[in-house]
């Protein structure tokens, strides 16, 4: 119902805790409620039910943890309530059912602008692509402005998808890439010394970045320095 709440990290954990108070079946190795939301939200991130996850299970701990998904689900529906991911999932499955409301939101934001987009996940990609799909009625195009860089991506353990960033133009062929090569914050050392380290992936495609300021007289390349513990690292520095 309209008057639903959403459910913190505390709230979350009695449920995951009521979850597995409930299995019936005998778990193949120790799950806490921590790991179980954990999986859960990384369920939920790859738009998976609990059906689709007990279907697509492979190993017994996987289908152990689509059950305690199932129960968790449950029961928070009876609160009605929401959890963070479910904020996604659920406006993404609202607005793929009812294409009036669709509309009515294309109508209301006619442009989307994504920041680091390099840490979304494929529920957001979802919703992003949804939501600035040009109308097949009305004519519209696309208007969809996103900003990130494939190799800062460092949100993995919160189920961010690095390859969404790197597939974009297979995505959005009509989308024009534009490049920023100028780096402000550092000197010309440091990006060479990152590059040398990032121009290995296999993952992200690496950019050489130049430096904005000038190079200082008898500059010299990166120093390396090594430490025995955090104190003696910050006396170096």
Not at 1 to 21: K, N
Request: charged content about 25%; overall charge negative; some cysteine.
């Amino acid at each position: 119902t309209g008057d639903f709440s959403i459910y913190a990290a505390d709230e979350q954990l009695q449920l995951a805790t009521t979850a597995l108070e409930a299995a019936t079946e005998r778990p193949p190795l120790l799950i806490e409620p921590e790991e179980l939301i954990r999986r859960i939200s990384r369920a939920k991130s790859r738009m998976l039910t609990p059906r689709l996850m007990a279907r697509f299970a492979q190993d017994p701990v996987e289908r152990f943890v689509a059950g305690g998904y199932r129960r968790y689900q449950r029961a928070r529906e009876q609160a009605n309530a929401l959890d963070f991911d479910d904020l996604i999932l659920v406006t993404h499955q609202l607005l793929s059912e009812h294409p009036d409301l669709l509309e009515a939101c294309r109508d209301r934001w006619r442009h989307l602008l994504v920041d680091e987009y390099q840490d979304t996940d494929p529920s957001q990609h979802a919703l992003v692509e949804l939501l600035s799909r040009p109308g097949a009625t009305n004519g519209r195009t696309r208007s969809l402005f996103v900003v990130g860089d494939g190799m800062q991506s460092i949100y993995g353990f919160r189920n961010a998808d690095h390859s969404i960033i790197s597939r974009f133009t297979k995505d959005f062929p009509e989308a024009a890439v534009i490049e920023l090569l100028t780096n402000y914050r550092s000197r010309q050392p440091i990006l060479d010394a990152a590059y040398a380290v990032i121009r290995h992936s296999r993952v992200v495609p690496p950019m050489a970045l130049r430096s904005a300021g000038s190079a200082l007289p008898g500059e010299r390349c990166v120093l390396l320095h090594e430490a025995r513990e955090c104190r003696e690292e910050a006396d170096q520095v």
